[in-house]
């Protein structure tokens, strides 16, 4: 059973910054696309930003410009680095990734971010 593990949310200010890390417990080229997802309270999950075997990199029209993925193979990790932060970035961030063998899909427990002055 593969576990995603999140890390470094917490609190920020408006226009400042935050890392988060997902470690993965086996390698994370055996996903075929892995990233990050979002759920702002009271509203539906959305997709934050990912990155696919390949390299390819997506992200959330609203986070576009403001957030880079990226990942560490060496590691078992996949970063979001998030700058220019908005109350609206309010959100518990999940760990997301699908198998590229068996397509299941894996979630982290989740890190709560909060945006406030």
């Known amino acids: 059973q593969v576990e995603l593990v999140e890390s470094g949310g917490g609190l920020a200010q408006p226009g400042g910054s935050l890392r988060l890390s997902c470690a993965a417990s086996?390698?994370?080229?055996?996903?075929?696309?892995m990233g990050w997802y979002r759920q702002p309270p009271g509203k539906q999950r959305e997709l934050v930003a990912n990155?696919?075997?390949?390299?390819?990199?997506n992200y959330g029209d609203s986070v576009k410009g403001r957030f880079t993925i990226s990942r560490n193979g060496a590691d078992n990790l996949v970063n979001l680095q998030m700058n220019s932060l908005v109350p609206e970035d309010t959100a518990v961030y999940f760990c997301?990734?699908?198998?590229?063998?068996?397509?299941?899909?894996?979630w982290g427990q989740g890190t709560p971010v909060t945006v406030s002055s």
């Open positions: 997301h990734a699908i198998d590229l063998i068996i397509h299941k899909e894996y």
């Open positions: 086996a390698t994370i080229y055996r996903f075929k696309v």
């Open positions: 990155v696919t075997l390949e390299g390819t990199t």
